[in-house]
């Protein structure tokens, strides 16, 4: 699954949350944004398969139209299965969510302020060899160590530090 979130700078905080909402809730809607039309691009088989309507996916769905993917609903208990899941998966899938444990950084929120030059000039060495590390333009194990060294001059070693302070603190109080 995904988080959606709704920034801080938003204009209309209280209209995305409320449209979050609906996504969660409205399977209709949800089921639209990830399969399409219902009759065009899918149809109901009439099965059941954990406990959500099963689907078949008709040919239009595969014609290039852009869905929302499936993997990134905040809720799957109201989204559709197409006929390729199976029960086990689902299972299997609920087992591993009620299985899952909750992050220790979740509610941690890092403070830049003290540290926003070193970020800067971090992003800009970042930014200055990212592309070239990613598409093998340059060797990497040259390139790397370059780009470590920059890193630590730009103040890379200040930011983990005054990081791992705030999260340090945080981790106590809670």
Not at 38 to 55: A, L, M, S
Not at 109 to 131: E, L, R
């Amino acid at each position: 699954m995904a988080n959606f979130v709704v920034s801080n700078t938003s204009k209309n905080k209280e209209l995305a949350v409320k449209v979050l909402g609906l996504i969660n809730t409205d399977s209709k809607l949800l089921n639209g944004l990830v399969y399409g039309e219902e009759g065009k691009e899918w149809e109901k088989t009439g099965k059941t398969v954990g406990g959500v309507d099963q689907i078949k996916l008709l040919p239009d769905y595969y014609k290039g139209t852009s869905h929302m993917a499936a993997w990134n609903t905040g809720n799957n208990a109201i989204l559709y299965a197409p006929t390729a899941i199976t029960e086990q998966m689902i299972q299997t899938r609920d087992q591993s969510i009620k299985d899952a444990k909750v992050s220790p950084l979740l509610g941690f929120s890092f403070d830049m302020t003290k540290v926003q030059t070193q970020i800067t000039a971090v992003q800009n060495v970042m930014a200055k060899y990212k592309d070239d590390i990613n598409t093998g333009t340059i060797d990497p194990e040259e390139g790397i160590k370059k780009m470590d060294a920059e890193l630590k001059t730009a103040g890379y070693d200040k930011i983990q530090k005054e990081m791992q302070s705030q999260y340090d603190a945080f981790r106590a109080k809670n």
